[in-house]
């Protein structure tokens, strides 16, 4: 399964944004989708999760309150809503699978790239 992201771009501080991360095919129910983010001159850090087998979810401290992950199955999809963005989330965005939300990511996808800025 390959994994594309989309819906990046140029928002003013305080703006929201939703991120698609789109499947090429359906996600085993043994998998997890990750959302995970590199800011320029900086490694890569997990900002949520979602688990396939029971929609479980987990964020990173400095997103709660104001991401929110979700799946539609039909479109094997994964969203990422952000609201409230600051500069300090300006990043490519990747998603990426794991075996389960936690593990050790084994695949990425090609990242979109968000700008916050006024």
């Known amino acids: 399964v390959q994994l594309q992201a989309s819906g990046g771009g140029l928002v003013q501080p305080g703006g929201s944004l939703r991120l698609s991360c789109a499947a090429s095919?359906?996600?085993?129910?043994?998998?997890?989708v990750n959302w995970i983010r590199q800011a320029p001159g900086k490694g890569r850090e997990g900002v949520s999760c979602?688990?396939?087998?029971?929609?479980?979810?987990r964020y990173a401290d400095f997103v709660k309150g104001r991401f929110t992950i979700s799946r539609d199955d039909a479109k094997n999809t994964v969203y990422l809503q952000m609201n409230n963005l600051t500069p300090e989330d300006t990043a490519v965005y990747y998603c990426?699978?794991?075996?389960?939300?936690?593990?050790?990511?084994?695949?990425y996808g090609q990242g979109t790239l968000v700008t916050v800025s006024s």
């Open positions: 095919g359906a996600l085993p129910d043994y998998y997890a």
């Open positions: 979602i688990n396939t087998k029971d929609g479980t979810t």
């Open positions: 990426a699978t794991a075996r389960a939300c936690g593990q050790p990511i084994h695949y």
